[in-house]
């Protein structure tokens, strides 16, 4: 789509999401929903955190997301000796000019791929917490910012997984979503047989959007109107984590706002310009889950951060009837 001709309605916008997650559907078979959401947070300006057990294309969708869009795309490949600089970029003195110089590092990107980020230390994890919240980094004192728009997408193995570092609650508060892909039915593992047989679909892959149809969507998710008992039934879920006996630490107030926002993205992709409860409950899981922490007894008990969110939607469904 041209410049000439961004998008400038709900419509438009609808339809562009659809055609990038179609393109993407070219390598990841069957997890149209698990690329909705991926879509749905970057129409949020948010970063997802993708976390799954080896092999199920984490990677692979992120790749594919990149070169749908025509933006430029880096990769991080997070291992124990990585260092803060290469992911932020230094500061190096140079002859020709007699000053020290900013070198980018891996993050002056569009679209970042932070491959397998809990195999670093928590250091390194650190060093993305000042880009992800304000799209900017600090080197020696001087703020660089990166450009728009900016999303990062991490991938991670199961925290039990040899080699793994937990990320702090810091750095999981500064994830929009956490989704999973899982393992692909017999169907659509057997269609990926199919496509893969030949040549890698992902060498033809190209774009069907650009970085200026992505800014306009994004746009377009912030008009989408809010009723007021919409933000009562967001509160309700949210302080019903942080009050809940079994929750050690509850949903923050970002976490409010990413839901808030992530509703109206939802209410956007499903066509609509205003939220409904049902939004609400959609994004609950994927926008909420990863910032709850719960209590040792909790697992004696066999209460999970699905029952509570369960729990909660119920109590705000409940309120709003």
């Known amino acids: 789509m041209s410049d000439n001709n961004k998008i400038a309605t709900n419509e438009q ?33 948010g970063h997802v955190l993708i976390e799954d057990v080896p092999g199920v294309g984490k990677t692979s ?5 990149a070169r749908s869009v025509d933006g430029s795309f880096k990769r991080i490949q997070f291992t124990p000796d990585i260092m803060p600089s290469d992911i932020t970029g230094y500061s190096a003195f140079s002859p020709k000019t007699g000053e020290f110089e900013y070198r980018p590092g891996a993050v002056m990107s569009q679209f970042v791929l932070a491959d397998e980020i809990n195999r670093t230390s928590p250091k390194t994890q650190s060093s993305l917490l000042e880009v992800m919240e304000e799209n900017q980094v600090t080197v020696d004192g001087l703020t660089h910012p990166v450009p728009s728009p900016f999303m990062v997408l991490a991938t991670q193995n199961p925290v039990d997984y040899l080699g793994t570092f937990a990320l702090p609650e810091a750095q999981l508060d500064r994830f929009f979503m956490r989704i999973t892909l899982g393992y692909p039915d017999e169907t659509a593992e057997g269609r990926m047989l199919e496509r893969f047989k030949g040549k890698n679909p992902m060498d033809e892959l190209g774009p069907v959007a650009t970085g200026a149809d992505i800014a306009a969507m994004q746009e377009l998710v912030e008009k989408i109107h809010v ?23 509850g949903a923050s107030p970002r976490a409010s706002i990413c839901l808030f926002k992530a509703s109206q993205a939802w209410a956007l992709f ?52």
Request: with cysteine; proline share 1%.
């Open 13 to 45: 916008a609808v339809l562009s999401m659809k055609r990038i997650i179609n393109n993407v559907e070219k390598i990841i078979v069957g997890k149209q929903y698990a690329v909705s959401l991926v879509m749905a947070t970057l129409a949020c300006r």
């Open 227 to 249: 009723h007021a008992d919409i933000n009562k039934f967001i509160l309700t879920v949210t302080r019903y984590t942080r009050e809940n006996a079994d929750v050690m630490l």
């Open 61 to 65: 969708l992120v790749a594919a997301l």
């Open 270 to 321: 499903s066509g609509r310009d205003y939220v409904i409860p049902d939004d609400v409950v959609e994004m609950a899981h994927h926008v909420l889950s990863h910032r709850i922490l719960m209590k040792q007894e909790a697992s004696i008990k066999k209460i999970t951060v699905f029952d509570v969110l369960d729990k909660a939607v119920k109590l705000a469904v409940g309120a709003v009837r």
